[in-house]
T-cell receptor, first 115, second 114 residues
């Protein structure tokens, strides 16, 4: 069974469009994340939700809006796509106890190309 | 906020030699330090981790050391093999609300030459 899944795997779209990426985890974890990995391979956290509550919201344009309908899902919606949004987006989850830390599992990634 | 530095950015070694990658972090509240391996076109996968109450951990050919006082931790790979070639990321994790904040280093591209 896939632990963390994302759809779609590839997304090619025109500038100005709105798109969504979906993420689901079946590990029973309470925390989910979105990362952006650019062409230089930097892994930068964008958002994190713990039990559907936003706990991390890094400096990300407000065109990006995460939505967590329940603790097993964290979707990412992007409005008015720009060329600079082209990257691989990874979803991840962890069962972290705040004073101990826990392993983070990544989804397969969504390669977004904005033309 | 937390800042994680990682060196070197690229590393080439001969098969069978050892490889060492070093990371430093800034936030003394960080308490969990995972290392991830990312092969081309794939997701990052955990290879080893260490918690702040431990100084060293080993798993077969891979070991990690942590110096909390100096705020640095290192990955050691012995008897390297061509399949060890990948990008390696360190991360430092600190509590954030009821969850954790992961901050990743910029990565090290390791090439193992046959």
């Amino acid at each position: 069974d896939t632990a963390v899944s994302q759809t779609p795997k590839y997304l090619v779209t025109q500038m100005g469009n709105d798109k969504s990426i979906k993420c689901e985890q079946n590990l029973g974890h309470d925390t989910m994340y979105w990362y952006k990995q650019d062409s230089k391979k930097f892994l930068k956290i964008m958002f994190s939700y713990n039990n559907k509550e936003l706990i991390i919201n890094e400096t990300v344009p407000n065109r990006f809006s995460p939505k967590s309908p329940d603790k097993a899902h964290l979707n990412l919606h992007i409005n008015s796509l720009e060329l600079g949004d082209s990257a691989v987006y990874f979803c991840a989850s962890s069962q972290g106890v705040r004073d101990r830390g826990g392993e983070q599992f990544f989804g397969p990634g969504t390669r977004l190309t904005v033309l | 906020g937390e800042n994680v530095e990682q060196h070197p950015s690229t590393l080439s070694v001969q098969e069978g030699d050892s490889a060492v990658i070093k990371c430093t972090y800034s936030d003394s509240a960080s308490n969990y330090f995972p290392w991830y391996k990312q092969e081309l076109g794939k997701r990052p996968q955990l290879i080893i981790d260490i918690r702040s109450n431990v100084g060293e951990k080993k798993d077969q050919r891979i070991a990690v050391t942590l110096n909390k006082t100096a705020k640095h931790f290192s990955l050691h790979i012995t008897e390297t093999q061509p399949e060890d070639s990948a990008v390696y990321f360190c991360a430092a994790t600190s509590p954030r609300g009821y969850g954790q904040n992961f901050v990743f280093g910029p990565g090290t591209r390791l090439s193992v030459l046959p």
